[in-house]
């Protein structure tokens, strides 16, 4: 169905930013936009860590007779104890919540055969995933109740943490929130050859990190609504409260996933250790990076290594600052960037199984060079839920990209409140911030930003092997609220010469390419 999303006012929504931004009044303009303007939360000491970290199971395969893995995911509607005895309603992957963890190698095949248990239309994005449009999981691959889709496609990416989540238009924060989300690990025999933590769950954990909101009883609640967009007061790992975990091994990799819808995080140490990270959104870094904290807005990803001693115990923490998170203390103190939260507490067995020192060379990244982009294209995102002035229109293409060849997309930030940036189907790297080179952390393969307020931020993509005039790819948003409220655009790969014609429903012509230069 042809959707149109309506736009926002800028006057009510441009009113309420101006008095955070003053520091005065904010209760008032918030309440205007139906906002509120939480306190800051800390749960640093108040978690007793006593309930065993959930890991979610390895997704169940077949090989057929092409060659071909298979998955299987179910979407439906149940309901979660959190809190034993006092059960949620709550939706998951072939479960009550969340999903399994699908593991597949570069070179594969894949199949994964989705079916929709829901009362509702909903979709399944792999987030992160080089894949044709048609397969992407996008709001143009809407599953309905009782109905099945089965979309394949080769691995053809290094080995990376991503995940999969839906993707329905004017509904995906809602969709995730209930708890639809799952891992996709991915593996390339470089990878494998490191040596790196590689069991899963036993020295190679997910970690998918969500807030929420509980009742006294332990019944999980709304969450309050605030610019960014529903922040709760707890968080889960793994859909676990108060969880800890138990190591064998004095080297673990941790898979830090930020699965919230709105919330950015600081993840740090309790013992004030540098954080000691390996890879980003699409895969290894070239050398490993120590940082006092690694911040993931949602959608980003980060594998970080932890080595522990026998019998130690130390706290995974968010410690989100107004500095950290580059907002103005008003704006911070009213959309999460002043919390602070204990995630998750790692204890250390008596014995450990010893580990080798971590390679001082990860990973290979080549250079891009910039004498090829061909085409420069810009993306102002608006206080108002607009890219370029424009909400997301279903039956526009906003942007024509010619197939292999090297594009720089110019993300600008141009307010004072928080937002990020998300590109379907390529990694990109980051050219610059502000005008200076990105830093060390941020120097490998990304698929989503958190872009501070009036920075400008350059990246470079190249969008390679799959074309598609009627099928496009989103860019957006990845606060699922600013996206639901249409701070999303489409664009479409094609092959030299050709241009976006048709809507996929056939009722339209699409226009697109309007935002750049050569």
């Not at 395969?61 to 006092?86: M, N």
């Not at 990803?301 to 968010?318: K, Y």
């Not at 010893?354 to 090829?372: G, H, R, S, Y």
Request: net charge negative; proline share 7%; hydrophobic share 35%.
């Amino acid at each position: 169905m042809l959707q149109t999303r309506l736009r926002r006012p800028r006057a009510a929504i441009g009113s309420a930013i101006a008095a955070i931004a003053a520091g005065g009044l904010v209760a008032v303009a918030f309440a205007g936009c139906g906002l509120v303007t939480p306190a800051p939360v800390s749960t640093i000491g108040k978690v007793d860590f006593d309930r065993p970290l959930v890991i979610p199971p390895l997704a169940e395969s077949t090989v057929d007779a092409g060659g071909t893995r298979v998955f299987s995911l179910e979407a439906q509607a149940g309901a979660t104890e959190f809190e034993p005895g006092e059960p949620s309603d709550t939706w998951g992957f072939n479960g009550s919540y969340l999903g399994p963890t699908l593991v597949a190698d570069r070179g594969e095949h894949v199949r994964v055969e989705v079916t929709n248990s829901l009362d509702e239309p909903t979709t399944v994005h792999w987030h992160g995933m080089h894949l044709p449009p048609e397969m992407d999981g996008g709001p143009h691959q809407m599953v309905e109740p009782g109905a099945s889709w089965s979309p394949e496609w080769d691995i053809d990416q290094q080995a990376a943490t991503l995940w999969y989540h839906p993707h329905p238009h004017g509904e995906t924060e809602d969709h995730v929130a209930r708890g639809l989300a799952g891992m996709f690990i991915l593996h390339d025999e470089h990878e494998r050859s490191l040596g790196l933590p590689g069991e899963y769950g036993v020295d190679d954990i997910p970690v998918i990190v969500q807030d929420t909101g509980f009742s006294a009883e332990g019944e999980q609640e709304s969450r309050q609504r605030t610019y960014a967009g529903g922040l709760g007061d707890e968080l889960i790992v793994n859909g676990t409260r108060s969880p800890y975990l138990e190591v064998t091994d004095e080297l673990v990799r941790l898979r830090l996933l930020n699965a919230s819808t709105a919330r950015t995080y600081a993840f740090t140490w309790s013992d004030a250790r540098p954080v000691q990270l390996i890879a980003t959104d699409g895969g290894l870094l070239e050398t490993s990076v120590e940082l006092d904290q690694v911040r993931l807005s949602p959608g980003e990803r980060a594998e970080v290594l932890l080595r522990v001693t026998p019998g130690q115990r130390v706290v995974l923490q968010s410690r989100m600052t107004p500095e950290v998170a580059g907002l103005v203390g008003p704006v911070a103190a009213t959309n999460g960037g002043s919390d602070a939260f204990d995630v998750l507490e790692v204890r250390a067995g008596d014995a450990l199984e010893p580990a080798p020192a971590v390679p001082a060379q990860l990973n290979t990244i080549d250079d891009i060079d910039e004498t090829e982009v061909a085409t420069t294209r810009r993306f102002e995102l608006s206080d108002s839920f607009e890219i370029n002035g424009e909400a997301m229109d279903m039956g526009r293409i906003d942007e024509t990209v010619t197939v292999d060849t090297l594009e720089r997309w110019v993300v600008e930030n141009a307010t004072q409140v928080p937002h990020s940036f998300h590109v379907h189907d390529v990694q990109f790297r980051i050219a610059s911030i502000g005008g200076e080179a990105p830093p060390p952390e941020l120097s490998g393969w990304k698929d989503t930003i958190f872009t501070e307020p009036e920075t400008e931020y350059e990246l470079l993509m190249r969008f390679e092997d799959y074309t598609d005039t009627d099928t496009p790819y989103m860019y957006h948003c990845h606060l699922l609220w600013h996206e639901d409220q249409g701070m999303m655009g489409q664009f479409a790969v094609v092959e030299p010469g050709q241009s976006a014609t048709l809507d996929p429903t056939g009722s339209a012509t699409m226009t697109g390419g309007t935002h750049h230069e050569h």
